[in-house]
């Protein structure tokens, strides 16, 4: 990576990327891959499958960097893309095991430690996420997380999702409702707290 | 204002999202209804609840491991052998390559009865700078004449095997499918644009080809796989 990339904002990187610049495409994965990875996990609340969902985004992004305007935000419109992808992957996951991947799945994953250490510290914080958001329709479950967690505008979570604004603060308030009494009864936060 | 109105702006929660004027009025009203109040500050906890239980930071995996597997995966996806697809991510090594895509571009040019003797001195500049390399073509027939009656010249052969295709695989391919088949792998999913310039940079030939591809879309379409 030379200094000349690390000075390029994201949009930059893109449009140098999307001219074929492979090295840009690199720096501009390696810059953005935390933030594909963070919201995949509270997405899919699964370590192994954000891991997954995070690298299917970038191939995705490779394959439609000649969609992006570079007028707009990187990161909204890359949200998009791992947002599709992290929705997609629950929804075959539902299909095939009901919500959540048998935990067996992972000693696939035991020949590489990183893996297993940062999946290893991811659990707990996984199984709370799951707890919380399990049961709630899919649209809101990505609304509640892309807001509340992940800080996205009302504008921007419309943007991200191509729903209409009033349409996110619907699915928040159903969200927000339902998440509220999940904390009081599995997680003891007395009423007055919430 | 009334509670309707109200709890709607209270979900947007964030600072700028709501005008001066919102906020002034949902400040008013919240000073007047005591089940507003209530309900704003459950709003507040939930949120706040929710981003301490379920929002802390995970522990993100290294990003530039993440980055050799996206490459990995990506030269795995499109179709592996291809040196062109190598190229996009290995572009000290590309000259070669460059030289073969353009040589083939125009060969598939010619065969789509392209008009091409505008760029014949481009082409002509170009081979001698890569001619050090491989010089894929001396003989005019690979660029100039009539298309139809175009012989499978020792040149056509020879750029084809420079792409990496084997001396009976480039033949086969050339009798049986076409020059345009043999790209359009290379270079499909991704816009005529960058697919040129990915391979050839932001340089005088990649606007030649460019130009020549833009004067002809129809053929750039077949070339490329995609109607641009
Ligand atoms: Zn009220």
């Not at chain 1, 499958?49 to 990161?75: C, G, K, M, N, V």
């Not at chain 1, 996951?93 to 009901?98: D, E, L, Y």
């Not at chain 2, 065969?111 to 005019?140: I, K, N, Q, Y």
């Amino acid at each position: 990576m030379t200094t000349q990339t690390e000075q390029q904002t994201v949009e930059q990187l893109a449009v140098s990327a999307q001219a074929g610049d492979a090295g840009a495409f690199r720096c501009l994965v390696e810059r953005t891959h935390p933030m594909a990875f963070r919201l995949a996990f509270r997405l899919l609340a699964d370590d192994h499958d954000a891991r997954d969902a995070a690298q299917e985004s970038f191939i995705r992004l490779w394959d439609h960097l000649d969609r992006y305007d570079p007028t707009q935000r990187f990161e909204t419109w890359f949200y998009r893309i791992v947002t599709n992808v992290a929705m997609d992957r629950l929804r075959a996951r539902k299909r095939r095991w009901g919500v959540f991947p048998r935990t067996d799945r992972r000693a696939i994953d035991a020949a590489d430690p990183s893996t297993l250490e940062s999946a290893g510290a991811n659990a707990e914080l996984a199984g709370i996420i799951r707890t919380l958001t399990d049961d709630l329709p899919e649209r809101q479950r990505a609304v509640i997380v892309l807001r509340d967690l992940q800080d996205c505008s009302t504008e921007e979570v419309a943007e991200i999702l191509g729903i209409s604004v009033a349409s996110v603060k619907t699915n928040l308030h159903y969200a927000r409702a339902r998440i509220r009494s999940l904390m009081q009864s599995r997680f003891g936060i007395r009423k007055e707290d919430v | 204002m009334n509670c309707t109105t109200a709890r709607r702006l209270m979900l947007l929660a964030r600072p700028g999202e709501r005008s001066d004027r919102e906020t002034h009025d949902l400040e008013h009203h919240l000073a007047e209804c005591p089940a507003c109040r209530k309900e704003q500050s459950a709003i507040g906890a939930t949120v706040a609840g929710f981003r301490r239980i379920a929002g802390a930071e995970p522990v993100v995996p290294d990003r530039s491991i993440a980055a050799q597997e996206v490459i990995r995966r990506l030269r795995q996806s499109s179709p592996s052998a291809s040196p062109i697809a190598d190229a996009l991510f290995r572009p000290a090594e590309a000259p070669a390559v460059r030289f073969a895509l353009i040589a083939g571009v125009l060969i598939a040019a010619t065969m789509f009865g392209f008009e091409v003797s505008t760029t014949l001195w481009d082409m002509h500049r170009l081979e001698m700078r890569f001619a050090d390399r491989r010089p894929v073509s001396s003989a005019p027939s690979v660029f100039g004449g009539n298309p139809a009656d175009m012989p499978l010249t020792a040149a056509r052969k020879e750029s084809l095997r420079s792409l990496g295709y084997s001396r009976a695989s480039s033949e086969r391919l050339i009798a049986s499918a076409g020059i345009d088949r043999i790209f359009r792998p290379f270079l499909s999913g991704e816009s005529v644009d960058a697919a040129v310039r990915g391979i050839l940079g932001d340089t005088p030939e990649a606007r030649t080809v460019l130009q020549m591809l833009r004067a002809h879309p129809a053929a750039a379409s077949r070339l490329f796989g995609k109607g641009e």
